[in-house]
């Protein structure tokens, strides 16, 4: 287990840097200059150039890119060039908003997507998996902005039940909880209809198996029978979907967070690539690229822990 | 898989413990803002919510009183004289004005300090040029800054009311703080900076020892929400009491009609304009550029596309400025003219011409509508659509035949038309037109002390504009904000700001 352990987080400390160092190269080579995107248009050549130099930005790349993976080696990831206060500060200001709502969002997917995999399967060819599967797929091709507009003006303008703006981060955990129903839900519709199509084709497979006749014959409740004969081993595909959606969830939390008016990663992340503030951009880069390895690692631990095969 | 659980339930909960709720007496306005602040450090703010959030927490020497016809009155200064010649103001200050936070008194120290600090080229600010005429800040007393220019310069007091540069800062505040001072700033205003949280809101407490007395408000939260149908929603359902910088024509719309909400529309000094890059051959003749105005269908792009949302830009001046000739209409949609003035000056079959803009709302739209109407004038159109730091680059370059370039600012006529078409306005600059034809009449409308005169002036300058043609002014932002019923005093201003200070709030 400590084998594999250690493989998996070198694994970690790989993808993190090769992302980070693709994130590095693709901000340099769009077209803008930080320089000039802070001093505007009435900024003489002279004045560019003092700026470019104070932040380093005239030196050649591969310099500007060794320094910044040696500070950073060392925790020191610079400062925003817009507040001029530490880029990591700025990160972890917005960094709980969006894991919960990405945490919220994966349970939502998982409570909706696993029953409705499970009824879609054990009802093959009927009626009940023909709904199914065709809400999956009209929820899968609805936009995340779209359905969360939709959800928006149904549950809290018309219905009033919800609050429609904010995180409520600063009237307590009622409130936060009450401001993440509706993007939760946004968000784990659309994925959640991934995780039924893949809870529904590996309980087909596992249904076929001969232990779950022999399961039958022994006489046990069908309950049982499909949520511990059945289930537990559909579990390892449904665990993957999770830990690939996690990523696509990030992504969504960007649109979901504009839709709701949620502080979040995403639209810093958007705000700092149109002001081409380089270290902010490296610093979220980092945050992403960790939380997505991350969750991948737990997702291999997962397996390990569901399947001992995987161990070996 | 049950560690992940824990995991993500314990991060869930973290967040969860914050601080009570507002207690329910506290009169608080809460207004949207569609992006978020950078930095509300006066020599840098550049972006509109800066300076709205700025506008409430300082105060320059002088202020536009908005709140009725917009002139210049007192603010920091009690009064100030001009010298005979018109080179040396002297302000004298108000007396016991107190910086928020325990910083102090208001000194002309901290004046000089302030304007000081914006020329020096280590500020890197981009309002440097605005103190160009500017010899020198002078502490005459404690109480008394004299500023010497170079040459008199009847619109000076436009650079020192209370908007961007003309804020003065605690320069007890800004030694201590340094590099933090842009997050945490030390103002004389109405309201004092209480918090930021970056994606979120910016918090503003009301300044009790202010000197035009106490806000009627205890708190002003403006809360980023980008996606106007969200903050239509909010508004409607009482999360925010006003709605500012409102662009979308269906919201508006919408806005307007439903029961408790009051729209509000204010023209800006705000021009959105095509500038004729006159270094690229074929823009370089005089017909071919008023055979682009004649070509272009600004009266159906305003009344069509845009609803009827955007007004009149005459010649950059818009109609918020008193030197703004109305009677200067702009040249009449006429392709058949177009058409033959192209002939005349030797393109009879068109060229090539490129229109640049940034991928924003609107501006990215407006430049594949105008493209269309030079088209059927036999023009080889193509639209460049550039992000906005690429633009910037681009506009900086001074490359693109035709750009989509703004223009705001003070209610003073000398800053949009010298900004847009003063030869020294390139580069760097806003003059990719390469226009030199009212350099002389900038110039000596600058200088002019007499009201008439200066009128006058302006007026040949806007002629001079209309026979040209370096620019095609397309259309003059509007400012819409909406507010909730209970919301009173609340306006808008022709610089794209907003007041929270005279606002009343009745739940």
């Not at chain 2, 105060?59 to 007192?74: C, Q, T």
Request: charged share 20%.
């Amino acid at each position: 287990m400590r084998a594999f352990l250690i493989t998996r987080l070198s694994f970690l400390v790989l993808s993190v840097f090769g992302a980070f160092t693709i994130a590095f190269l693709v901000m340099r080579l769009i077209p803008g200059d930080p320089a000039q995107v802070i001093l505007g248009d009435y900024a003489t050549k002279e004045s560019i150039a003092r700026l470019r130099e104070t932040l380093g930005l005239d030196r050649p790349v591969w310099v500007q890119y060794v320094t910044f993976v040696a500070r950073a080696l060392r925790g020191d990831f610079g400062a925003s060039l817009v507040t001029q206060r530490p880029a990591f500060f700025e990160v972890f200001a917005v960094f709980l908003p969006t894991i919960q709502l990405a945490a919220a969002g994966a349970l939502v997917s998982m409570l909706i997507g696993v029953p409705a995999g499970v009824l879609a399967a054990t009802r093959r060819n009927q009626p009940l998996d023909y709904v199914t599967m065709t809400l999956a797929i009209g929820s899968m091709s609805m936009p995340v902005f779209w359905l969360g507009l939709l959800l928006l003006f149904v549950c809290s303008f018309t219905l009033g039940w919800t609050p429609s703006v904010g995180a409520g981060g600063d009237e307590g955990w009622l409130s936060t909880l009450h401001h993440l129903v509706l993007p939760a839900l946004a968000l784990g519709l659309s994925l959640g209809a991934m995780v039924t199509r893949m809870t529904r084709s590996a309980m087909l497979e596992v249904l076929r198996q001969d232990y779950m006749r022999t399961a039958r014959a022994k006489g046990l409740r069908e309950l049982l029978i499909i949520a511990k004969h059945g289930l537990r081993n559909a579990a390892l595909p449904i665990v993957t979907i999770l830990g690939i959606n996690f990523g696509i969830q990030l992504g969504g939390t960007i649109l979901i967070e504009t839709v709701f008016a949620r502080p979040g990663m995403g639209s810093l992340l958007i705000s700092a690539i149109y002001q081409r503030d380089y270290p902010q951009v490296q610093a979220l880069v980092v945050v992403f690229a960790t939380s997505v390895v991350m969750v991948n690692v737990l997702v291999d631990v997962a397996y390990a822990v569901l399947d001992p095969r995987v161990r070996r | 898989m049950r560690r992940l659980g824990f995991a993500l339930a314990g991060l869930l909960l973290l967040g969860l413990a914050g601080p009570a709720a507002l207690s329910a007496q506290e009169k608080v306005l809460r207004v949207r803002i569609g992006s978020d602040i950078t930095a509300l450090d006066p020599a840098k703010l550049f972006n509109i919510e800066n300076q709205v959030i700025c506008n409430h927490i300082y105060n320059g020497l002088v202020r536009y009183e908005y709140e009725k016809n917009g002139a210049i009155v007192p603010d920091l200064a009690e009064r100030w004289d001009v010298s005979p010649d018109g080179r040396t103001y002297t302000f004298h200050l108000r007396k016991g004005v107190k910086w928020h936070k325990g910083y102090g008194e208001l000194t002309a120290d901290d004046v000089k300090f302030s304007y000081d600090r914006v020329v020096d080229p280590k500020t890197a600010s981009r309002y440097q040029g605005e103190f160009k005429l500017v010899e020198a800040a002078e502490v005459a007393d404690p109480l008394t800054v004299r500023i010497r220019l170079k040459s008199k310069y009847p619109g000076f007091l436009n650079k020192v009311a209370a908007y961007n540069q003309g804020f003065v800062i605690s320069k007890k505040a800004m030694e201590k703080l340094g590099d933090q001072y842009a997050t945490n700033p030390v103002g004389t205003g109405p309201f004092v900076f209480e918090s930021w949280s970056p994606k979120n809101q910016v918090v503003l407490l009301a300044n009790k020892e202010y000197f035009g007395g106490a806000p009627k408000l205890d708190r002003v939260m403006f809360k980023l929400i980008q996606e106007e149908t969200t903050a239509e929603i909010a508004l409607q359902r009482g999360e925010i009491d006003v709605f500012f910088a409102l662009q979308n024509a269906e919201v508006i719309d919408r806005l307007s009609k439903a029961p408790g909400i009051t729209v509000q529309r204010r023209t800006a000094n705000h021009t959105i304009n095509a500038v004729l890059n006159s270094s690229y051959e074929p823009l370089g003749k005089p017909q071919v550029r008023r055979a682009i105005a004649h070509a272009l269908n600004l009266k159906a792009l305003r009344e069509v596309f845009f609803n009827g949302l955007k007004g009149q830009p005459n010649w950059v001046l818009t109609s918020s400025f008193e030197e703004s000739a109305k009677d200067l209409t702009e040249w009449p949609y006429d392709p058949e003219k177009a058409k033959s003035l192209l002939r005349e000056s030797g393109y009879p079959n068109g060229f090539k011409l490129t229109i640049t803009a940034p991928t924003l709302q609107p501006y990215d739209k407006v430049a594949v509508v105008l493209a269309d109407d030079l088209r059927k004038v036999g023009l080889d159109m193509n639209v460049q659509l550039l992000e906005r730091a690429a633009y910037l680059a681009a506009r900086g370059a001074g490359t693109p035949h035709v750009v989509i370039t703004g223009v705001t600012g003070p209610a003073d006529p000398d800053q949009p038309l010298w900004n847009l078409l003063h030869s020294s306005s390139f580069p760097p600059g806003l003059n990719t037109a390469r226009y030199k034809g009212i350099d002389q009449l900038l110039e000596a409308a600058q200088v002019e002390l007499d009201r008439t005169k200066r009128l006058a002036l302006y007026r040949q300058i806007q002629m001079k504009l209309r026979e040209d043609v370096p620019v095609v002014p397309l259309y003059n932002d509007q400012l819409f904000a909406a507010t909730r019923s209970g919301v009173k005093g609340f306006a808008p201003d022709p610089q794209f700001t907003m007041n929270a200070y005279p606002v009343t709030i009745e739940k």
